[in-house]
């Protein structure tokens, strides 16, 4: 049954802010998520739905469109509580990309962080001119970029959200106030980080005074974070960007004891989100034309995914089914190899816009369909042909290129969440901190009360080396303002005769955000599979190199074959956090079918 809290005094609650009185958010009942892999039904829906990591976060925006919200209010309701639910993932300072569609134009909004204005290519070279290692630029200051996410919600809401800004806020500031349970994968997170627990207001709000986390089951409380929620709720982002909010950020990034960083105010005050034409390209699947539309560079996730699914397309692959409900051995060559060709575009080319020239003067080059059949033909298509092992960048249209490929550089972190309102508009929605707890600083303005929020590592997504040993710069290196590469990859899907919105998809997962969407698009349009079949397949990978399957998901003769083509194969934990919704092919009932990953924690809730 369903714990009701009904909000009486919502003014109040809110400091005087303007909310409507059609609203009142009810807190559900709270089931101990799951960290570990746990079978998952799938959902249908005949109105509306939304898909997120967390139940909770679902809920919040299952509420928003119960109440007539869009699918922007919904997303900001469902981002608000993943703030508080799932801070290892993504937050208030954090970064996101978002892909919109109004019923009737898609477009794409960059929230994604910044690099401070003192900040230089240099950032990340030790005194010995060499890398830093991962953590050691990660944990502090150093590697803490100007946060977007808020400002960002509040460019969309302003153009499509139906309900006030402060309602949206409403279920986020009730969870920090009243509790919400630890789950199994927040606690199982907590026991195996080690870096967390330097940050003293961090150590206090999720370890108890033994050093151990809070249990599973345990209510959490944020008043910390209620307290700038309601700041947010009545000012905007002016609330995060300027004022006490902003200097305790600043204060936490240059004031860090060991590894301090760069950030100024005039970096988050001058923060300005982007809105930009969404990438859009053709797709052929079982005799249908689709409409793929993703995120532009600064991600690489809609042009790698394009690439692989466009250079798969030169190849047999389409005439290779599953085998006993899994990928076969050729049809994971396949798609490895197309994998391969596709990272080694990303490691050449990619970067923020603003700072780095497209190949041939348009970043759709990279997806024309004579360059993906030029691409394709380098795949070796015999039964034995031997895997190419690394590929190599290719040039489109013969453009010769000023840059140097991007060295291998770990990447993680993000939340997803995908949402269709009953109006015919869609959300898909990518948001990050990167790694696991960020930069493991958390941010206190109130320091009477417990919590606060965590601020990002995403400066470690450029490239720690900037130039080759020839002194040829790479794009993605550190400049002043400039956005990192990300490879978050929200993705909608449309019938190309119609212009229908067909599906809304996308993962955490760092690099491997690009496997997880392609494997889920893959399954939906070639295969015909319902959202949560294909979330439930294995995972499998190339990022131009070995070849990655996921930990004992796959039989021994497929690892066989493949290794006898000269896949060097590794077997891996590869945690995706799927959510898809997509139109039944049932056009009578239900309308939507949504997934969730049984990796995760997430539902799917709708009516």
């Not at 639910?85 to 109004?102: C, T």
């Not at 760069?262 to 689709?290: E, G, T, V, W």
């Not at 060709?341 to 700072?355: S, W």
């Not at 021994?556 to 194969?569: C, F, P, Q, S």
């Amino acid at each position: 049954m369903r714990t009701k809290l009904l909000l009486i005094g919502v003014a109040a609650l809110l400091a005087g802010c303007a909310t409507t009185p059609a609203f009142r958010y009810q807190v559900p009942d709270q089931p101990e998520g799951s960290s570990g892999y746990a079978e998952k039904p799938g959902w249908s829906t005949q109105r509306f739905a939304v898909a997120a990591a967390n139940p909770l976060a679902t809920d919040a925006g299952y509420q928003i469109l119960r109440a007539g919200g869009s699918a922007v209010d919904a997303a900001i309701a469902v981002q608000m509580v993943l703030a508080l639910v799932e801070p290892q993932s993504s937050g208030i300072g954090g970064g996101a990309f978002m892909m919109h569609f109004n019923g009737a134009e898609v477009k794409a909004f960059d929230g994604r962080e910044t690099a401070p204005a003192a900040a230089n290519e240099g950032l990340f070279l030790g005194l010995d001119g060499k890398p830093m290692a991962f953590y050691d630029a990660v944990v502090g200051g150093r590697s803490v970029g100007t946060p977007g996410t808020v400002r960002m919600l509040e460019m969309v809401h302003r153009q499509y959200g139906t309900l006030p800004w402060a309602t949206l806020l409403e279920p986020a500031i009730v969870l920090a106030e009243s509790g919400f349970k630890v789950s199994a994968r927040l606690n199982t997170l907590l026991k195996t980080e080690v870096h967390l627990k330097k940050d003293p207001v961090a150590a206090a709000y999720f370890y108890k005074p033994d050093g151990t986390p809070h249990d599973v089951g345990y209510v959490l409380r944020n008043p910390a974070l209620a307290a700038v929620l309601r700041k947010v709720a009545a000012s905007g982002s002016k609330a995060l960007h300027e004022g006490e909010v902003a200097q305790a950020i600043v204060n936490k990034v240059r004031q860090h004891a060991s590894n301090p960083g760069q950030l100024s105010m005039a970096d988050l005050a001058d923060y300005k989100a982007i809105k930009r034409p969404a990438l859009c390209h053709d797709y052929r699947a079982n005799a249908r034309d689709y409409r793929i539309c993703g995120f532009p560079p600064p991600s690489s996730g809609a042009i790698a995914i394009g690439q692989i699914l466009g250079i798969l397309n030169q190849t047999n692959a389409a005439q290779l089914p599953l085998e006993n409900g899994l990928p076969s051995a050729p049809w994971l060559h396949l798609y490895t190899e197309a994998a391969r060709l596709a990272f080694a575009d990303r490691a050449q080319y990619l970067g923020d816009p603003d700072f780095v020239t497209p190949p041939a003067g348009s970043w759709l080059s990279l997806l024309n369909p004579e360059y993906l059949a030029e691409r394709g033909r380098l795949i070796g298509q015999a039964p034995d042909a031997p895997s190419m092992k690394t590929a190599k960048p290719g040039t489109p249209k013969g453009t010769p290129t000023a840059f140097a490929p991007m060295p291998e550089q770990i990447e993680y972190g993000t939340s997803h969440i995908s949402i269709v309102d009953g109006n015919g508009r869609a959300v898909a929605m990518t948001s990050t901190i990167e790694d696991a707890f960020g930069a493991r600083q958390m941010v206190n303005v109130q320091p009477g009360l417990s919590g606060g929020f965590l601020l990002n590592n995403e400066l470690t997504d450029f490239s720690f080396a900037p130039r080759d040993g020839a002194g040829l710069p790479v794009a993605n290196r550190v400049e002043p303002g400039k956005r990192p590469r990300s490879s978050m990859a929200p993705t909608l899907v449309f019938d190309k005769g119609t212009g229908a919105v067909l599906m809304s998809g996308g993962s955490p997962g760092g690099a491997l955000i690009i496997h997880f969407v392609a494997k889920t698009l893959y399954g939906v349009l070639n295969w015909g599979l319902t959202p949560q079949t294909a979330i439930n397949l294995p995972n499998f990978a190339s990022l131009n190199g070995p070849t990655v399957l996921e930990d004992k998901r796959f039989p021994a003769t497929t690892i066989d074959t493949l290794k006898a083509r000269g896949h060097e194969v590794r077997e891996a934990n590869m945690t995706s956090g799927l959510q898809a919704i997509s139109r039944s092919p049932n056009q009578a009932r239900p309308a939507w079918l949504g997934g969730a990953d049984p990796r995760r924690e997430g539902i799917v809730m709708g009516d």
